[in-house]
């Protein structure tokens, strides 16, 4: 059976090394070059007068808005416009018309180190103390390419299927920004460092009914890059700029314009995420402003193959999938709607905002600014050695693809139980599920019933989160699953045990329900130092009724049930919500804990079948003919008397 | 009448350097640098040891960050602004016991050929050549040295920026290899080209500050394109004169030394033209063999020159906003102008000669325009390199072995052997095609005028190759009071790269024989 284990083969990424908040914080103590005093006082509060109210150079600031405030305006917005927008998944195509699209997904690495200095990469910490003199882009500092970055960077390009390239170079991108200090950014324009990748979509990731089992997307690049300062607006045309985050290393993923389908190139986006997050090569997802998007959108009509693509816009800075799929789907309707009236679309840049109904233009070609793509002349080209891609093969783990592939095909696990598993906990419910698995293989090898597989998949996804969940009086307890397949507050060989007891037969589902909390409050190993103890001091022990008492008890069970029984009499196949009713009676009326329902089921349907269906019938014939005799008696007195 | 010390509060940066010198002296850091001394002078000749040398007095070009100094590039944009570090190449000199005693004046940015384009202040030749240019941009440190308040003067050489105030002023300038010293602390023009470079009265201070202090040998990490510690011994080990104990040559017995026939241009005063015959000559009495060379790119290398360093410089002139540091203009209430940032700051920041070569370098940068400039400029800047590969003995260590084809060839140079003509140990041309222009003169030059002067300067920098420009005798009509004030041109030595030892060591002995009225007099 193979071992995955995503979350522990990230460990290696780093050769060994563990990245940790709390390892960066320390690092970032006896960090040598930080702002200092002299510098930091230079930094000043800028202040600027725009008359859009848009950042008037072309990289808007990409502001992160939190989720919970995006749901809460996205609400807000809805109930405003009080129209029920059409849902997406109706809304895929339109009629005439080809939709074409492609993405840009910007991600943050997950690395210690900016990508050019050797300041610290930080998320919440406080402004301006995670800035180099490079960050500054004080006059006489040289950047230094920071290695460690690639680790994340070649994981990334791997899990994407890319070629790396053994040489690739950095440029400077130019444009005025407050959050651009150097007045250019620093990526990979000319020469990237991984290019013709492909990831094949499946309809399990959510992709668009229209776009059938499967599709796959090819991605044009990957860069790395810099990312900009953080501006914070302040009452009164103020910005502050907070440099932490300026020149933290990002990948920009570049896809080929091959998606027709806005739902197919969200499940695009957050499949991009859950490999970056499989393969740890990315700090934290949409939701967190640790990705971001871009998509370019053309349509053109459909009666001529031959037609180029139309003038396709660009909207910039998408931070959620729904966003992804709801800003395309508007951007191809206004498209559309402004040919249809005979106008033409012009190339330019457009902006989204979360729960709006249509884009909006940020600004035009003339607008546009020319970059002035210029190789670095003080970074050398990076040569990648083919043992290290090697090396980051062989530790790049198993993919979500595989690991799912896998749960439902060799553990007979459902595709969206596994969709689950894998996506729930970063993967950790996963890691507890294969120590379950040990356990469960240990005991039956290979007489397993692959039943259990999808048995104890419930119970981890379904019953677990009960614990939990219930005690909505206290603050929110965590489970506690661990990156190694463990979980603090349901050890794993407890768990095993109550599943193999309830597989045994020997205690039923809802004793199997009673233990985990035994399990969850400590009782176990606190009070019995394992389950078998439990069960045998609170004699939870399931004692089945013999078949003669089954048998009485179903006699009981059916008594008076005649309008449920006429159901079963003739047919090829028992009803089974009335096949359950009458199971559900059955345990109701007799010693719940003593009965097993596929025991108390087919005891029924034995009875059912060779006993009261065909009894039934007869009675029923016979009183059916009593009453035609009765008729037929009234008739012809009937007529006697006419 | 200050010519080379320049900031916007002097005071105030002598009172800081005062103190720093006073720290110096304290008695447990004192002993903290005999301490290092006496630990790496077993390999170290005792002339440079501490303690036993008057201590040498360093000017630093504006450009170059300096504790306790501020660092203005020339430039209202900069203007009383201090970077809070050192620059390396300041620290290892103070390291080996160098006092800097001020910052030199320059051009804005180091663009300009005359140190005219200043923002605060031009900087005009030494007595008594006080109405001449004294070349540019790093014109401050190149008078500093004449005029002896400075032993050695750093200065930052990007197309000749060290090389031509040097032949001006009647000093020795130095530009190494590129990537030997480390350019962290640096505030770069053009970052590919940008070195730092060395001038001084006389060769031997220079050569006992690269090869005596060992400073070839010292890669800095801070630095990316500093020349990695593995790649400086490899290229060492193929290389003569850079053991410590190496004096200058007795003789230029064995060597052989290229005149680039391209090199013969025009434009050449002919009062230069004569010295440099002269200068060959005195290289063939010597022992040294000259032969004719030519380097058919050198035509075409000005103008790649003034398409590269351009575009380099506007990128890296974008960082300069305001914003963080430096000056910033705050008339209105706003930063924006018709809705673009900065641009006021940068409109009245810069001066002219800055914006010019901005405009350059954006508009060879651009979309319409890189494949005919940028691009074609880096392919000329290629074989500008093969050029020099190709007439060199040694090979270029930091590439593989070259083939090269007879066809380009000027059909002037005659084949010597089978293989192809003579290869030269060194190359010899003047360093500026005229003697210092009147500074009257310079103000009516258009900026191509001035361009044109760097024509025997830029091809080394282009190649990245070692070069020095040493004082040498022309011929003076005694009837023209003119000619006797200039009485000396520059004299310029090419070498192949990281020849600097043995290229510092042939300009030391030639130079007391090519310049018999000038060296080392005041």
Known sequence: MPQIRPAALSKYLLRGQLVSRRCLRTQSRIQASPVTASTASLVRYLHTATATGEPPSNEPAPIHVPLRKQLKDEAKKQKESGTKKKKNVDNQVVDGWELTVGIEIHAQLNTEKKLFSDAATSFNDDPNTHVAYFDLATPGSQPIFQKAALVPALRAALALNCDIQLVSRFDRKHYFHWDQPSGYQITQYYEPFARDGHLRLRSRDGIAAEDGEGVSIGIKQIQMEQDTAKTVAQPGDVHWIDFNRVGMPLIEIITHPEFHHPATAAAFVRKVQTLLDAVDACVSGMEAGGLRADVNVSVRRTDDPNAPLGQRTEIKNLSSFKAVEDAIIAERDRQIAVLEAGGTIAGETRGWSIGSTETRRLRGKEGEVDYRYMPDPDIPPLFIGLDLIGHMWDTLGMLPDDVLDTLIQEFDVSPKDAMSLVSLDEGKRLEYFLTIVDFLMAQYSDDIDFEYYQHTVNWILHELPRLTAERSDEPAQDLGFTTDGECLRMPARHFADIMIHLFNGEINTRVAKELLWFVFRGRVPGEYPTVLDAIAGEDLWFRELSMDEYEALADTALQGQDDILRHFIDVLIFPRGKLMFLVGRMIRIGPEERIDPNTAESVLRRKIRDDYAPNLKIRDNRAARLLEEKDSGRLCSGSGTA | ?522
């Open chain 2, 1 to 522: 009448m200050s010519t080379y010390v320049r900031h916007i509060h002097p005071r105030a940066a002598q009172g800081v350097t005062a103190t720093q010198w006073r720290a110096l002296r304290a008695p447990s850091l004192y002993a903290r640098f005999l301490h290092q001394e006496v630990t790496s002078s077993r390999d170290t000749p005792a002339r440079v040891q501490h303690g036993e040398l008057p201590q040498i007095r360093l000017v630093v070009k504006d450009n170059i960050a300096t504790s306790g100094f501020p660092t203005t590039c020339a430039s209202h944009i900069l203007a009383g602004t201090s970077i809070p570090f050192n620059a390396t190449i300041v620290t290892q000199l103070c390291r080996h016991g160098m006092e800097v005693v001020g910052k030199a004046g320059m051009d804005e940015f180091g663009m300009g050929t005359h140190s005219t384009t200043s923002a605060f202040e031009s900087v005009c030749n030494a007595h008594p050549l006080e109405a001449y240019s004294a070349g540019g941009s790093s014109g401050g440190s190149a008078v500093a040295v004449r005029e002896g308040r400075a032993d050695i003067a750093l200065g930052t050489d990007t197309g000749g920026s060290v090389r031509m105030p040097a032949a001006y002023t009647g000093t020795v300038g130095f530009k190494p290899s590129y990537g030997m010293l480390s350019r962290w602390g640096v505030v770069p023009y053009a970052n590919s080209l940008d070195t730092v470079g060395l001038l001084s009265r006389t060769v031997r201070p220079i050569r006992q500050a690269i090869v005596g202090l060992r400073l070839y040998k010292e890669h800095d990490p801070r630095d990316p394109t500093s020349i990695p510690d593995t790649v400086r011994s490899r290229c060492t080990a193929e290389r003569e004169y850079y053991a410590p104990t190496a004096g200058p040559r007795k003789n230029l017995k064995g060597l052989t030394f290229g005149l680039p026939l391209e090199y013969n241009i025009e434009e050449l005063d002919p009062r230069i033209r004569q010295g440099w015959l002269q200068a060959v000559d005195t290289i063939q009495e010597l022992g040294g063999r000259a032969v004719s060379v030519s380097l058919p790119s050198t035509r075409n290398a000005l103008s790649a020159y003034y398409v590269i360093a351009p575009a380099e410089a506007a990128s890296n002139l974008a960082k300069y906003d305001g914003v963080r540091y430096g000056y910033r203009d705050t008339n209105g209430s706003s930063d924006a102008q018709d809705g673009v940032l900065y641009a006021k700051t940068r409109g009245s920041g810069f001066g002219d000669e800055v914006k010019r070569r901005i405009l350059l370098g954006s508009y060879t940068l651009s979309s319409e325009a890189i494949d005919n400039y940028f691009i074609q400029a880096q392919k000329v800047r290629q074989l500008v390199r093969r050029d020099f590969d190709r007439v060199f003995k040694l090979k270029n260590p930091l590439l593989d072995e070259q083939h090269f084809d007879l066809s380009e060839m000027d059909e002037s140079v005659g084949i010597e052997t089978k293989l192809g003509p003579a290869q030269v140990d060194f190359l010899v041309c003047p360093t500026a095609p005229t003697t210092p222009p009147l500074l009257e003169q310079v103000r009516n030059q258009t900026p191509l005028d001035s361009y044109m002067n760097d024509v025997f300067t830029v091809p080394a920098s282009l190649a990245g190759l070692p070069a020095i420009s040493i004082p040498m005798d022309i011929p003076v009509d005694p009837a023209s009071e003119e000619q006797k004030l200039l009485h000396f041109g520059g004299l310029q030595l090419i070498g192949q790269f990281w020849d600097d030892a043995r290229l510092l060591s042939v300009a030391e002995r030639l130079s007391k024989h090519v310049a018999k009225n000038i060296a080392g007099s005041p």
